[in-house]
Structure formats: structure tokens, C-alpha cells
């Protein structure tokens, strides 16, 4: 049986939220809750669901790595959300749902929580949120599959075994919310946003994003594939691209990886 509460998560969502939701799936081990939503929208389930699990044996992060996720650590959850719109109108989603989740950090009370385009949150250079989007298509929608992740409680030999600096809420809040007081008010916010975004665009965050980004105006290089770019962030424009000034003037970028450096780049292709 998992430790959440089904029906705990259920209580504290808001109540518009609550019947916009479908589904409620909960789990206590499962191999990937993106994995899972996606069979949902295979079996042919309709409206948004929510999956959330006590652990996974093979949590995804972006560029197919490994997102650790032992029992009690962290929060993992996915939503599957059916979209109307043109697969091409979706840009910017990333990094609303990366903004969903720094908004519900600040509200509890975090401090210098920071993004990192297109959609890690931060503290300093320690990774306290990772996002991944999944697109899928049925007969007659699109459907985006957000899994989030947040580091909850990690143990010193947890936060050792991940290859990258990682910090967690019990580090940055004083009092830590229940995990299902956590996920409730991210799914709150982030359908919140979405519904925004599907009338507006990304328009309506980008200049929030560029407050609380964490390169803007450093010196950076973008990683993309076998493609490296060397510049200055200058933020995100209107639609969610990051502005990258160079020798050869200011480039849109539409996916990558951030580094601070050639050497972290260096060791992130090897």
C-alpha cells in the first residue's frame, strides 16, 4: 500500500481543481509515473489524470537519465493533460511547469529559489526540482505528460549517489509541508497556469521567468545534441526561447542544456 493518501491529495487540492481532475492514481512503487501516464492515455483513459508514487524503480529524467527515486525522498508525480492546440503552440509548457513549482516553494516560505531554462529549480548550483514533458498523440488530441520531481528528503548517501549537486526541502524550509500538502499545491498551481497559457502563451510568464532565472546576463555555453553555442543569457523572449548573446549577435535557442562553463560542458558530453 503506498504512504500517500489518496484521498488526502484529494481533500487538498482546490475544489475547481478537483473536478477538473479525472483520475487520481496512486502508487506506492512503480516503474515511472511518466511511464504510467502514458499507458493511461494508451487504454484509452479520458480527461487529465494524475499519477503519483511513493517510488520508482526507473524514474526518467531529461536526456534519458536516471532521476534517483527512493521511497519517502521525493515527490514524484506526472499529469497527463489532453491539449487541442498544434503540438507547435506547446512551446514554453516546460518552463510554466518549472515556474509552477517555484511559485509553490516560495509560498511556503523558500528562499533564493532560482530557474535554470528551461526547467530545473535551483538554489545556488544545487538542483532542487527536475522537469520532464512528453508529448503523445491519440485519434483525435495531443496529449503533454508533465513529470516533476522534487528532492523531499534525502539521506546523505542518496544525495552522494546522484551525479550533480542536489539540495532538498527539508534543507530550505523550516517546516516542511506533508508530501501530499506538496504535490496538492503544485498541481493546483500548475493547472492554474496551464489554463492561462492555453488563452495567452508563455507571454504572460516570460517576464517572471527572467526574475528569477539564474544565468541572466552569464556568461554561458548551450549544449545541444553535437551543437555547442557560446554567450551571454540574456533570458527568454515572449514564446519561452532563450536569448543567447554572441561574437555573431543575439540567437533564439529552442533546446539545449545550460553550463556555466566549456569544462562542465566538456564533462557533460563525455
Known amino acids: ?12 487540492l482546490d475544489s475547481d481543481v478537483q473536478k477538473a481532475i479525472s483520475e487520481i492514481h496512486v502508487f506506492s512503487e512503480i516503474d515511472s509515473t511518466n ?4 499507458r493511461l492515455i ?3 483513459r479520458k480527461g487529465i489524470q494524475l499519477v503519483i508514487a511513493d517510488s520508482q524503480s526507473a524514474g526518467k529524467g531529461r536526456r534519458g537519465r536516471n532521476w534517483v527515486s527512493p521511497p519517502a525522498s521525493g515527490l514524484y508525480l506526472s499529469l497527463a493533460y489532453p491539449f487541442g492546440l498544434e503540438a507547435d503552440s ?3 509548457l516546460s518552463l510554466i511547469t518549472a515556474l509552477s513549482v ?8 523558500a528562499e533564493n529559489l532560482q530557474l535554470k531554462w528551461p526547467n530545473d529549480i535551483l538554489v545556488g548550483n544545487r538542483k532542487l526540482s527536475g522537469i520532464l514533458l512528453e508529448l503523445h498523440n491519440d485519434d483525435d488530441q495531443i496529449w503533454v505528460v508533465f513529470g516533476i520531481g522534487v528532492n523531499y528528503n534525502l539521506s546523505n548517501e542518496e544525495k552522494e549517489s546522484i551525479d550533480r549537486p542536489v539540495i532538498d526541502i527539508r534543507e530550505i524550509l523550516p517546516d516542511m509541508p506533508s508530501r501530499e500538502d506538496l504535490a496538492a499545491r503544485i498541481v493546483d498551481k500548475l493547472i492554474s497556469n496551464i489554463a492561462i497559457f492555453t488563452e495567452v502563451g508563455f507571454s504572460f510568464f516570460h517576464a517572471a521567468w527572467n526574475r528569477y532565472d539564474r544565468y541572466q546576463d552569464s556568461d554561458i555555453v548551450v549544449q545541444n545534441a553535437g551543437n555547442r553555442t557560446i554567450g551571454r543569457c540574456q533570458g527568454v523572449d515572449e514564446s519561452g526561447a532563450l536569448l543567447l548573446l554572441t561574437a555573431a549577435g543575439v540567437k533564439k535557442i529552442s533546446g539545449g542544456e545550460i553550463f556555466p562553463s566549456v569544462r562542465a560542458a566538456d564533462e557533460f558530453v563525455r
Open 42 to 44: 494508451r487504454d484509452g
Open 102 to 109: 517555484h511559485s509553490c516553494g516560495k509560498d511556503l516560505g
Open 1 to 12: 500500500m503506498s504512504l500517500y493518501g489518496k484521498k488526502d491529495i484529494e481533500n487538498l
Open 90 to 92: 506547446l512551446q514554453g
Open 35 to 38: 511511464a504510467e501516464a502514458a
